[in-house]
């Protein structure tokens, strides 16, 4: 079972094309490092993504530099996993 | 294993042995409507499962509803079979419903992508993909909603085997889109197809792969819109609604766009829940609530399709 400790997901709102295209670019830059839970789609729509713990560095830097702003949608996503597999534990039980 | 459907625990999440077994359960329970059909077998070689409800006639116009196409996204396969348990608890009550089922068949596939969603319980809770590989390829999987043969490689699918959207190497390469598609394609008299997805809450219609409305937009514009109402009557959850490529973004090689390509005049995509706090990880508590108000969007779409008959 794959770990996710410290890896966040990340809300932003890009203002418009040029921003959005930023986070396009960051697919090309991080190969298969950001996933993109929402997809860059319109500017009235937010983008999530996944940032592995060992990523979150560069990537809040590369978006601070670029002025998208951001917030944290999802803290630690192994908590909510770890949650996620207890309910199921629980209910199964 | 569980013994009959009714100690089922319909809002919990469940692993595909258990959802299997309650599809066994379920059809022995509701033999009178409710059947099993192997479509096809998946990469890894699973079985591809369809529950066809059915009150008699033969060859009955019909309705499509898949759930699971990226495997990660948990909340639809349990809203599948939610869905189905309420199918066979409400015909004979429910008016609507009774009268779309004495006209018509309803099929549904609540694990489309099976490999892919046993991925996510044994190894990557967040795989999206199937589990295909292929000799030369160094990455594995690919984007089932990307492979099928309508705008195929186009704009808004990727062809890097890594990428989260990666087509595949040719249309429907992947066998759990040809199974889908050769059964639709052979039964030849689906008129609806609701493609259930999640999330970000939103309900649209092709075209994905081009801006170009279809030709009977403005009918599917109206029918979203009451859809997302009766959704948002239930819990007071709202919905964006529109054509996938002005509403979302270009998506080309998609399900949808294949089944209006293909006749299927009434095709739908649903983004369920999150609002934005979990993501692909909707807390269970949240399962039954998403499927009493997708039900009346469903409910809305079908009859719908009853009365108006193509």
Redesign the interface.
């Known amino acids: 079972?794959?770990n996710?400790t410290g890896d966040q997901?990340l809300?932003v709102l890009a203002k418009d094309e040029k921003q959005l295209s930023l986070l396009r670019d960051l697919?090309g830059l991080k190969?298969?490092k950001v996933?993109?839970?929402?997809?860059?789609?319109?500017p009235s729509?937010?983008v999530?993504m996944?940032v592995p713990f060992s990523e979150l560095k560069d990537i809040k830097a590369y978006l601070e530099s670029h002025g998208l702003a951001y917030s944290i949608?999802?803290k630690d996503?192994q908590v909510?996993?770890d949650?996620?597999r207890e309910?199921?534990a629980k209910?199964?039980r | 294993l569980e013994r009959s459907t009714s100690s089922f625990s319909y809002s919990s999440y469940h692993t595909l042995e258990e959802i299997y077994s309650w599809i066994d359960n379920f059809v022995t329970e509701h033999s009178d409507m409710v059947s099993k059909i192997q479509i096809g077998s998946s990469f890894e070689n699973r079985s591809i499962l369809v529950l066809k409800f059915s009150t008699g006639g033969s060859q009955r116009p019909a309705i499509w509803i898949d759930a699971g196409i990226h495997s990660r996204e948990w909340i639809t396969h349990a809203t599948g079979i939610w869905t189905a348990k309420k199918i066979v608890s409400e015909y004979g009550k429910d008016p609507v419903l009774t009268d779309i089922l004495k006209a018509m068949d309803i099929f549904i596939e609540l694990v489309t992508n099976p490999d892919g969603f046993a991925f996510t319980h044994s190894m990557n809770r967040l795989w999206r993909k199937n589990k295909s590989t292929r000799p030369g390829i160094f990455c594995i999987g690919v984007d089932l909603n990307r492979n099928w043969k309508s705008g195929f490689g186009g704009n808004g699918s990727n062809a890097n085997p890594c990428s989260e959207t990666y087509h595949g190497p040719s249309p429907q390469s992947e066998p759990e889109v040809a199974a889908i598609v050769d059964f639709i394609t052979t039964h030849g008299n689906f008129k609806a197809l609701i493609s259930i997805h999640s999330y970000s809450q939103m309900l649209m219609y092709p075209y994905g792969k081009s801006l170009e409305p279809v030709s009977n937009e403005k009918e599917l514009y109206y029918l979203a819109k009451d859809a997302v109402k009766a959704l948002h009557e239930v819990h007071g959850i709202h919905y964006i609604f529109g054509s996938i490529s002005t509403t979302l973004y270009l998506a080309s090689g998609i399900t949808v766009d294949w089944a209006y390509d293909s006749g299927i005049k009434y095709a739908f995509s649903f983004e369920l829940r999150d609002t934005g706090r979990y993501g692909f990880l909707l807390p269970a508590t949240q399962i039954i609530p998403t499927a009493q108000e997708t039900w009346m969007a469903i409910l809305t779409i079908m009859e719908h399709t009853l009365k108006h008959p193509y």
């Not at chain 1, 996933?35 to 319109?42: K, L, N, Q």
């Open positions: 079972q794959m996710f997901v809300r697919e190969p298969q996933d993109f839970w929402r997809a860059p789609a319109r729509l937010p999530d996944r949608m999802i996503i909510l996993l949650e996620e309910a199921m209910s199964r």
